[in-house]
């Protein structure tokens, strides 16, 4: 009789033990599914949205920058002439962006010129936020070339500052304007403009009231120092451009031109008949050209 109760009492100790057994393995067993279901879930989720695309036909353009975006001396001496400004202009001749973009009628109704002659980075940040009131599509930035045409070369704006300004002219933008496209024209190369024009008698007697004499004074000397017065000169605009590259690449909505107006071999042809120095209409035309093709480019210039 003891023996009988024993063996029940084994053979349901035994059946409790398989039981366990089993709800433990439907447990785990459960548990990893969940797991695997989770991490399958995750793997199905769509990724990050992409970037903004750039939209390669805008339909309004401000212009901010210096006397290059102001057509200064292009048609005559020692006066802005906007109608002939790469970016905004109205002149048939010149074709300017906006007039590529928008036609000749939207270029006159819906682009705004805010460049100022003699301006430097400094004073971006404030053109940049009158810019942002209109809301443009596409915003061209032409800057920094007088932050290297000073009286002397220890004047140029210093590259940190330099970059201190651009970006907070980015951030003023983008406080009024967040979905704006920008377009950053590199600065010209100011010791080819200097190569170019000191062949010009003319020019150069021009050049002796004061323009950029930081690389243009004493254009026929090519002893030490003044050549490496010219180097530091150069040497500066390469930083700026390195500056409007980087700060740009960090906004999604902004594509530098990477370097084509730098490179770009201006002749006499090109310059202004007055200073041989500003792009007269055929560079101003030169500009618009470069500008186009770039913001209307699939993808940036590398």
């Known amino acids: 009789m003891q023996d009988r109760s024993a063996r029940r009492r084994s053979r349901t100790a035994a059946a409790v033990l398989a039981a366990v057994s089993l709800l433990g393995t439907a447990v785990l067993t459960g548990c990893d599914s969940g797991r695997e279901g989770t991490t399958k879930g995750a793997a199905a989720q769509p990724s990050a949205r992409p970037g903004p695309v750039w939209d390669r036909e805008p339909g309004s353009v401000a212009a901010v920058g210096d006397s290059i975006t102001r057509g200064f001396d292009a048609c005559s001496v020692l006066a802005d002439c906007p109608e002939v400004s790469w970016a905004t202009g ?117 050049w002796k009231l004061g323009i950029c004499r930081s690389m243009l004074g004493d254009a026929d000397d090519m002893g030490a120092p003044a050549k490496a017065r010219r180097a530091s000169v150069q040497e500066r605009v390469v930083a700026y451009n390195e500056v409007l590259r980087e700060v740009c690449a960090k906004d999604p909505r902004c594509r530098y031109d990477g370097g084509a107006v730098f490179d770009y071999p201006f002749t006499g042809e090109q310059l202004s008949q007055w200073d041989w120095f500003h792009p007269g209409r055929d560079g101003q035309a030169r500009l618009a050209e470069i500008a186009y093709r770039n913001v209307t480019a699939a993808r940036p210039p590398a």
């Open 90 to 206: 109205t002149d048939s001749g010149v074709r300017s962006l906006a007039v590529r973009l928008l036609g000749a009628s939207g270029a006159s109704s819906r682009s705004w010129n805010h460049a100022e002659t003699g301006a430097r980075i400094a004073q971006l940040p404030e053109q940049m936020a009158t810019a942002a009131k209109k809301k443009p599509d596409l915003v061209t930035v032409m800057i920094g070339a007088n932050d290297a045409c000073r009286d002397s070369a220890r004047h140029m704006t210093p590259v940190a500052d330099f970059r201190a300004s651009f970006e907070a002219s980015m951030r003023q933008l983008r406080a009024g304007a967040s979905k704006a496209q920008v377009y950053v024209s590199s600065v010209p190369d100011l010791k080819r403009l200097w190569s170019t024009g000191r062949g010009n008698a003319l020019g150069k007697q021009i």
